[in-house]
């Protein structure tokens, strides 16, 4: 036996004793009328690693089951939506932002920038919507055929429980939509090539911080560290994007300045 779970049913089993002794039992009765306090019984917590709790301590702990002390937020009902809405809103400010760069290292016309930001942002909201939409209905199905092995698909909360396949591609659309248009916009006023790359850039990496800050605060995880890995991450993008495409124009000879 452990020697910690057997010291505590000694405990116990002193307690009892002791009342015993008194004339009562354990738990707080005595012959005559009068009344003794009762034994306080010794639970050993084995998942909290063998720390004893009293009956009093273990029904305080039933009575809050482990909040952690945030309010009740329930950070796991929330990982879902927002996984969704973050890597949306990353994805398509990162992606125009790449986009708009790498066509300005072989293109110092602001209207090629334009055009090609905006081609962006359309196609990569309808390959977010698609790509959820489909993604989406393949767990809607997986989850109806097991309702129905279940047989509870007539049970009206289990079907309202279902994800919606239409609701997470119009959220994905929107948030990809959303993040694509903050490099956009900041790069169609400026009519200097550098200035508008680093407009850009700028434009993006303050949309980059404000989007793993609000991901950090509403999924209750360290916001220092969720900025910094969306920051680099964004900005390793756009310089690899931009390289890559500068190298393709000096080794090709390609020149689409009159574009």
Known sequence: MDPHLSSHVHATAAAAAEAAAAGGSPDGKKAGGAVLPPAAVVILDVEAGGEPTTNAAAAAVAADPGDGGDGGVDYMARAQWLRAAVLGANDGLVSVASLMIGVGAVNRSRKAMLVSGMAGLVAGACSMAIGEFVSVYAQYDIE???????????????????????????????????????????????????????????????????????????????MRRSVLRVLLGGWFAMLVTYGVLRLFGVVFHIDVSSV
């Open 144 to 222: 109806v055929s097991q309702l129905k092995r279940d047989g509870t698909d007539g049970d009206e909360g289990a079907r309202d429980a279902l994800p919606s396949p239409t609701q997470a591609a119009l959220a994905s659309a929107l948030a990809f939509a959303f993040g694509a248009i903050l490099p956009l916009l900041s790069g169609v006023f400026v009519p200097s090539l550098w200035a508008r790359l680093i407009a850009v850039s700028a434009a993006s990496g303050v949309g980059l911080a404000g989007f793993g800050a609000a991901g950090a605060y509403l999924g209750g995880s360290s």
